[in-house]
């Protein structure tokens, strides 16, 4: 081996086409093949076949792929490669790939430089830029079509009991769906029971289709009024909507970038309503909490928060619908009309009014933005305007006012909103929100009141909140809010908040946070509660907090957690928490991603004796033509069918997260962004030993509504170490150059008698040149398939004298 390494080595430095003659006798009285001179008398080349390789073009890396190379170490023109290296593709390449030949690159494109390294296994291409291709094509193309059905599910159980008592608490919500033609048709249903009580609505349907051309979105249905500067919740009927992220290619959705922050001061249920609907529930530990990307029912409507506490008790707060952000745009630009009736959920018998509405937006300059819109029901009518106005580079300021009247009831009224923000330098930023609503002021879902229920205490008539954020060096960072609601019959809730967190030392955090809450509205109310924590970094996904919390009605407990995420498929939460009289409490909690759903399962047992369970489970299935497809996330607007050979637990990285193939080798892509590149990678260390993929990854920028295919190209990579023997039982020389029927050099015998074969078949004819000039010829006896989970296969063979 020492000889054909530093005969490879000095072969390195010969150009491709000047050929060198070597001393038959010197080699063969080196134990090496004298027939691998010819293989080796011209610069190293690559092996027939194909070859995992990394590819450079003209100085930019291209990532690993697969190319294919001739018999004579050429690089061969295959569509895969052309695709990955974003160059066009001249007809008689592919007419030459059709018919199972191969065309060398530089017969492709003579213009070009081909430079193969095999030792470093790289392939550097230089091209002349007419032959690449565009990377922003002035046209825009989006990959449309498929058809899939879906089944989404969020389950939700959680479990009390006390001194012989028992309490259940069940929330199971269903989406179904499908999607045809970039027509998507959606369905919601929520089912909850606690205490004897069980409520199901159906939240809506509709159906769904963006119109590119036009850059417009089509709905039908049961909708919620998206009609900005209009607040009319659920109706049924038709809406046109711009398609925002057509034309500023984001596709960031309502709500999506609305935070709803709290405290818990015991492991809470947190409930959020809008619209009198709950439109999400989850379980939290004791201490702040955040929520954010809420699925909202419109930005025009207020949210109502519920903390279900532990012990039985709550507390309630209103996060006022000014605060409610669409995204980091200003906001799409265009038309926006609806047209339908209004929609009741439950027992709500109010009057469901026919109405129609339009909102017209512009972009005026680079700095503003107007907004108008216009209602008209048979009782109601309403216009209003808004504008949102770039002062500087750092302060954006914002407004809306809205008029409305009701003939039916003599009542007339108006809504204002504004809202300021501003960095005042790299380290502050502020924020103002305020809105004042006259008693007057109705919104669609409001008319035709019925007198027996009332105005509902819930809607406010002034609110205001306030918040600053700095950060400093040494200090860590700062923050302060401030919020008041004022209802129309005087009652008024407040919240106040500080909030301080700093990095102590490496791997160390603190934070503390005081909140008080003030007002009639609050049940139970904790009155000023401070709850402090300081956590340790244990590892990369290991981490042990201590915490101590004060509050009225809790008094002074303390506590720790310890948290890690083991994996991409478990992560466990361990605590303990103590009261000021010694009294302690448990809790642990285990989330898991077992391949095909989403599961959370905790447990909490209190120094009373109170113990609860919980369990969440949550996740989607495709329902496609080549049968079902389990997802560990439910699947949206837009989302892919992912095929990889037929092996199960091949690991795939999505823009949801990672994903796992079934016993079909298929997968499914939750979530691709509209009209945005989405990636789709394999986890190559997943794969089976004996697989490989010709390429590891694609990308597509998917239309909305549409069903993508990932079709990931397998080959057999079947590696076998064969022990060689002659027919005396000696092994095979080491040395002896190995080649198939075709007098094709494959490898050589690396020591005595053992043969590495990277791609072996069964039955298969190898030939070997022995020192003495004898040949022979062996005959690899494989089984049909190979075991999957070995690095690599052994066998023994004969040579036989041929």
């Known amino acids: ?225 998206a009609v900005p500067l209009l607040a009319g919740g659920a109706f049924t009927g038709v809406q046109l909507l711009p398609e925002t992220a057509l034309s500023t290619l984001t596709n960031e959705g309502i709500g999506s970038n609305t935070v709803v922050e709290g405290v818990a001061y015991s492991p809470a249920r947190v409930e959020v309503r809008q619209s009198g609907v709950v439109i999400y529930a989850t379980l939290v530990p004791s201490g702040p909490f955040t929520l954010s990307g809420l699925p909202l029912l ?13 012990g039985g008790s709550q507390h309630q707060f209103t996060v006022p619908s000014a605060t409610l952000r669409r995204g980091s745009n200003a906001g799409p630009t265009g038309y926006t009309l609806a047209a339908g009736q209004v929609r009741r959920f439950g027992s709500d018998d109010r009057e469901t009014p026919l109405f129609a509405a339009t909102t017209r937006s512009w972009q005026w300059g680079a700095s503003k933005h107007l907004s108008a819109a216009l209602m ?55 924020g103002l929100t305020a809105s004042q609503q006259t008693e007057g002021f109705r919104t669609l879902t409001d008319t035709a009141w019925n007198e027996k229920r009332k105005a509902p205490e819930s809607r406010a008539s002034q609110q205001l909140s306030a918040s600053v954020n700095g950060s400093l060096d040494k200090l860590g960072t700062l923050g302060a809010m401030v919020s008041r609601n004022a209802t129309v019959n005087g009652r008024a809730q407040s919240r106040l908040g500080l909030s301080w967190s700093s990095s102590v030392f490496k791997g160390t955090h603190f934070s503390l946070r005081l909140e008080e809450s003030l007002g009639a509205s609050v049940q139970h109310s904790p009155g000023t509660a401070a709850f402090a924590s300081l956590s340790f970094t244990l590892g990369p996904r290991r981490s042990l907090s201590n915490y101590a919390r004060h509050d009225r009605v809790n008094g002074l407990r303390t506590g720790a957690q310890l948290s890690e995420q083991v994996d991409d498929t478990l992560g466990y939460t361990l605590g303990v928490d103590r009261a000021a009289e010694g009294q302690s ?117 998917a239309g909305r509504g549409s069903v993508q295919a990932f079709d990931f190209s397998v080959i057999s990579a079947r590696r076998v170490l064969l022990m060689a023997r002659r027919a005396d039982g000696q092994p095979v020389t080491q040395g002896v150059g190995v080649y198939d029927d075709d007098q094709r050099y494959l490898t050589t015998v690396v020591d005595a008698g053992k043969i590495f074969l990277i791609d072996a078949r069964p039955e298969m004819q190898l030939r070997l040149t022995l020192p003495d000039g004898a040949s022979c010829r062996l005959n690899v006896s494989l089984a049909q398939k190979s075991e999957s989970s070995a690095l690599f296969e052994t066998a023994e063979s004969v040579c036989e004298e041929a």
């Open 585 to 701: 409490d448990m809790n642990g909690r285990l989330s898991l991603l077992p391949r095909y759903t989403s599961v959370d399962l905790g447990y909490s047992h209190s120094g009373a004796g109170a113990t609860g369970y919980d369990a969440a489970m949550r996740g989607g299935l495709a329902i496609h033509s080549n049968g079902i497809t389990p997802s560990p996330y439910p699947l949206r607007d837009t989302f892919g069918l992912v095929k990889i050979g037929d092996d199960a637990g091949i690991k795939l990285r999505t823009p949801q997260g990672p994903v796992w193939t079934d016993s079909a080798g298929r997968a499914v892509a939750a979530s691709l962004p509209a009209y945005r590149t989405g990636r789709i990678e394999i986890d190559t260390a997943s794969l089976p030993r004996s697989v490989d993929v010709l390429n590891g990854y694609q990308e597509v920028e």
């Open 1 to 225: 081996m020492v000889g054909i390494t530093l005969m490879a080595a000095a072969l390195g430095k010969v150009v491709a086409d000047e050929g060198v003659d070597f001393d038959a006798q010197v080699l063969k009285a080196r134990g090496i093949d004298p027939q691998l001179a010819q293989y080796f008398r011209l610069a190293p080349r690559f092996e027939q076949g194909p070859r995992r390789v990394t590819l450079e073009v003209n100085g930019v890396t291209k990532g690993r792929i697969h190319a294919t190379f001739n018999e004579h170490g050429e690089l061969c023109v295959d569509s895969s490669l052309l695709a990955s290296a974003d160059i066009h593709a001249p007809e008689r390449a592919l007419d030459a790939q059709d018919i199972g030949a191969c065309l060398p690159f530089n017969q492709a494109f003579p213009e070009a430089v081909v430079r193969l390294l095999p030792g470093k296994e790289e392939v550097a291409l230089r091209v002349p830029t007419h032959a690449l291709l565009s990377p922003v094509p002035m046209q825009r193309s989006f990959s449309n079509g498929g058809s899939a059905g879906l089944l989404n599910y969020d389950a939700l159980l959680v479990s009390r009991q006390f001194n012989g008592q028992s309490s259940q608490y069940r929330n199971f919500n269903t989406e179904v769906g499908l999607n045809s033609r970039d027509w998507l048709v959606r369905s919601r249903q929520s089912y909850s029971a606690f205490e004897g009580v069980r409520r199901a609505e159906h939240l809506y349907a509709y159906a769904e289709h963006t119109w590119e051309k036009q850059q417009t979105r089509t709905q039908f249905g049961q909708l919620t009024l």
């Open 376 to 430: 008209g029901a048979g009782q109601y009518q309403a216009v209003g305007w808004g504008l949102q106005q770039a002062l500087t580079d750092r302060t954006t300021i914002s407004a809306q006012h809205v008029f409305s009247s009701t003939p039916a009831v003599q009542l007339r009224g108006s809504q204002l909103q504004a809202s300021i923000s501003t960095t005042i330098n790299r380290r502050l930023s502020a």
């Open 298 to 310: 419109s930005l025009n409507l207020d949210l109502d928060v519920t903390v279900h506490e532990d």
